[in-house]
């Protein structure tokens, strides 16, 4: 039997998931992730406001995301596991609800240390966001689709950093970046009961998101850990090379480019859109022109975001914002704009029933990369004075990342992926 032929049996043998609610489904996982993601990106958004308040060099404002990364690595195969179990609803919602109040307490921190810690627990917080909401698009979304429904999820994330680029400043003129910060808080822990007021399961599917079927083969099955390593390895160093962009473009903008702190700030809006276009479009990419070859698409986006960074090394001092803008939004979309497409690749390796542990053990490799990575990006600068050297070796990360996934990964057997 071909491909085609076993995804046709697939799909007629299972019942039909309403077309209709499965995307309202989607944008309810879609606005989780927008939600997180504002408390996320509040920390690099209100870096330049902070900065001078708390006394900070950029290595330490690197280190909050590395607090953050650290709170992520530390719970995510735990969280995922939990989301294989409890289910995609009470997982999401214990997510919003550590995040939201650790958001709060970051607010009102005195120094470094109360933010760090803060900033760590929230990390916690938001690492039960990603296993549950793609464990839901591969319960709802079939094969043909999943990759650009994952796009489309995880559009969630950078418009979450458009939010917070456009509001964070704004609202830091009004209440401050303590009162901005604790909105963002709010907002998570109110979310939180919102979807799961909302969430439903596809009909056809074995138990319910409180007590999911854990009788099934498949949920038994060994996890093909080798494989999983080789997605780890490489999308950690792609992972690098984002946060280390959405952390320091603000100050590359503003210490660089001669912006105001607030036009720093707004300007970080601009990666985030691209990285919505990117999430969608190589989703879109890889289901279509590439048949849902995931591999590929990930070494063409690597390969592009290298030549990206080499480019933002090259940028003269004061160097004229036509040229600056489209470059800094290009970046978004390749550099951002990969993970709807590996998100994919990763349940796809580990079937429907173990993706919150596989992308949990994923997770947990990439937060390792970016606790260590985004630091040394802001170190290198302080160290050297030069934005220029920092670009060049996180371009040289992303290569040795773009070289494990074309020489190590294994994609699933075309065949087998089409029953998933």
Known sequence: ??????????????????????????????????IGATAQYGINTLAPFYRDDLQLSRAQIGLFFTAFYMGMAGLSYAAGWLADRLGVRATVLSGHLILGLWTIAAASAPSFGWAFGSFFL?????????????????????????????????????TGGVVA????????LLVGWRGALAGLGVINLL????????????????????SPDLSTPESHAALRVKNLLSVSFGTALLLVGQMTLLTYVPLFLKETMGLSAYWASQALALTQMGAMMGRIGWGVVSDRLFQGRRKIVLVLIGALSVALTLALGLLPRAAPLFFVLPLIFLAGVCMVGYQGVSYALIGEIAGKARTGAALGIVITVNSLGTIFGTPLFGYLVDATGSYSIAWQALAGAILLGILALAFFLKEPNPDLRATL
């Open 1 to 34: 039997m071909n491909g085609v032929q076993l995804k046709f049996y697939s799909m007629s043998s299972t019942p039909s998931k309403p077309a209709s609610f499965r995307w309202t489904i989607l944008a309810i996982i879609s606005v989780s992730h927008i």
């Open 122 to 158: 929230a990390g916690l917080g938001y690492s039960f966001l990603n296993p549950a909401s793609t464990k839901g698009v591969m319960a709802w979304f079939y094969r043909d689709e999943r990759a650009t429904a994952m796009g489309i999820k995880q559009t969630g994330v950078p």
């Open 165 to 172: 680029a456009v509001l964070g400043p704004s609202l830091v």
């Open 191 to 210: 979310f939180g009961f919102f979807f799961w007021s909302l969430w439903r399961e596809p009909p056809g599917e074995t138990g319910s998101s409180d």
